[in-house]
């Protein structure tokens, strides 16, 4: 049987090499943002961590408004973060939520990341234990993602 190059192993043609994901690291991160949720409202306690490209670590969590909804999810929160400190390039992010069911970013989040990596890997852990971690990325919960190029005059 023939085989498509691409599966024959082969790394693809990369302009620069491709940085090595911590998810441990990343998971740490997430999880230990969550513990500074502001959720009194919902309860439902979130942290996302955001890897770039230099290798720095953006945190985040849900800060919620008695107005609820005023309320910034974790994900924006660690986007956020990762603008003001002079980073645009995320090439990986880990979303830790409460209970023992995964969560998945909101369509608001999704856009948000959707700004800066179109196809963002994600990884989805459920702080309370239970479900397994999940990995899908930001092109699967987000095809056809409104961009900057629709607005090109
Ligand atoms: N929330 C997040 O922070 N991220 C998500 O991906 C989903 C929801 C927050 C918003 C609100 O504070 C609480 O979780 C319940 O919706």
Same mark, same amino acid.
């Given at each position: 049987?023939?085989?498509?190059?691409?599966? *024959?192993?082969? &790394?693809? *043609? %990369?302009? #620069?090499? @491709?940085?090595?994901?911590?998810? @441990?690291?990343? !998971?740490?991160a997430a999880l &230990? +943002?969550?513990?500074?949720?502001? %959720?009194?409202?919902?309860?439902?306690? +979130?942290?996302?961590? =955001?890897? +770039?490209?230099?290798?720095?670590?953006?945190?985040?969590?849900?800060? #919620?408004?008695?107005?609820?909804?005023?309320?910034?999810?974790? #994900?924006?929160?660690?986007?956020? /973060?990762?603008? *003001? @400190?002079?980073?645009? !390039?995320?090439? &990986?992010?880990?979303?830790?939520?409460s209970g023992p +069911? $995964?969560?998945?970013?909101?369509?608001?989040?999704? /856009?948000?990341?959707?700004?800066?990596?179109?196809?963002?890997? =994600?990884?989805?852990?459920? %702080?309370?234990?239970?479900?397994?971690?999940?990995?899908?990325?930001?092109?699967?919960?987000?095809?056809?993602?409104?961009?900057?190029?629709? $607005?090109?005059?």
């Open positions: 049987m023939s085989r498509a190059p691409h599966d *024959a192993g082969e &790394a693809p *043609a %990369a302009a #620069e090499p @491709a940085l090595a994901i911590d998810w @441990a690291a990343l !998971d740490r &230990a +943002v969550r513990e500074r949720a502001h %959720a009194p409202y919902s309860g439902y306690w +979130v942290g996302a961590a =955001i890897l +770039v490209r230099s290798g720095r670590v953006f945190a985040g969590c849900n800060v #919620e408004n008695a107005s609820y909804g005023l309320t910034i999810c974790a #994900e924006r929160s660690a986007i956020v /973060q990762m603008v *003001a @400190a002079g980073e645009r !390039d995320p090439v &990986a992010i880990t979303v830790a939520t +069911v $995964l969560g998945s970013p909101c369509g608001m989040c999704r /856009q948000t990341l959707a700004e800066f990596a179109v196809d963002l890997p =994600i990884r989805l852990i459920a %702080a309370g234990g239970g479900a397994p971690p999940r990995h899908t990325s930001l092109s699967a919960l987000l095809p056809e993602a409104f961009g900057a190029a629709a $607005l090109s005059r």
